[in-house]
């Protein structure tokens, strides 16, 4: 039995969850609504203020999926109710990040600045007040798209190993390098 996939997943009081014919699993609360098609193979059932996933057989396939949507549909349950949340650094002198009409501006280094468009269901601000450098927060219901815009972003100027210049993710660590040393 699946570890993660036998464990039920506990239904927040604000969230409704809607389960259709065709497997297609829809949450609603405070923050939004999600909604997921699950393999016609996995069953997925509301008891007592509870999700519980289940599997038909104990085929490998059945197995994988058994866990995966367990874990994708805690995954929306604890989005709809609390968001998911996370935080990007700049670092390096004069790089500067801002956000205008809910488009992010980026002067990471380069001859230009850098305009990030956020997708649908994200929300992205700049707080400047917690230190001297500035801190990108992404905000969404959807961990993965909240992760992907995250990497997204990153990606834009990744953190180098001799300064340790460039965006990082808050809990990051960047290992350093030795630069070259004078010759005698």
Same mark, same amino acid.
């Given at each position: ?27 609603? !609360?405070?923050? +939004? %609504?999600?909604?997921?098609?699950? @393999? ?6 509301? %008891? @007592?203020?509870?999700?519980?996933? &289940? ?7 059945? *197995? ?5 949507? *367990? ?7 604890? !989005?709809? &109710? ?22 992010? %501006?980026? =002067? ?12 649908? !269901?994200? %929300? ?5 007040? *917690?230190?001297?450098? =500035?801190?990108?927060?992404?905000? !969404? ?8 815009? $995250? $990497?997204?972003?990153? $990606? ?22 030795? +630069?070259?040393?004078? =010759? *005698?």
């Amino acid at each position: 039995m699946s570890r993660i996939g036998k464990m039920p997943i506990e239904i927040g009081n604000k969230v409704t969850v809607d389960i259709a014919a065709n497997n297609l699993v829809t949450m609603r !609360g405070p923050k +939004g %609504e999600l909604s997921l098609q699950v @393999d016609p193979d996995i069953q997925v059932k509301q %008891e @007592d203020g509870q999700l519980i996933v &289940s599997r038909p057989t104990d085929q490998k396939r059945h *197995r994988a999926l058994h866990g995966l949507y *367990r874990a994708l549909l805690q995954n929306m349950m604890t !989005g709809v &109710s609390n968001g998911y949340k996370k935080e990007l650094e700049v670092i390096g002198v004069g790089y500067r990040a801002a956000v205008n009409n809910g488009v992010l %501006e980026l =002067a990471v280094g380069f001859s230009h600045p850098i305009f990030f468009v956020p997708p649908k !269901g994200i %929300e992205i601000s700049v707080d400047t007040k *917690r230190g001297k450098n =500035a801190i990108i927060v992404i905000e !969404g219901i959807d961990k993965q798209m909240v992760g992907q815009v $995250a $990497a997204k972003i990153r $990606a834009l100027r990744p953190p180098e190993p001799y300064k340790g210049k460039g965006l990082r993710y808050i809990d990051e660590f960047v290992r350093r390098k030795a +630069g070259k040393t004078a =010759a *005698r």
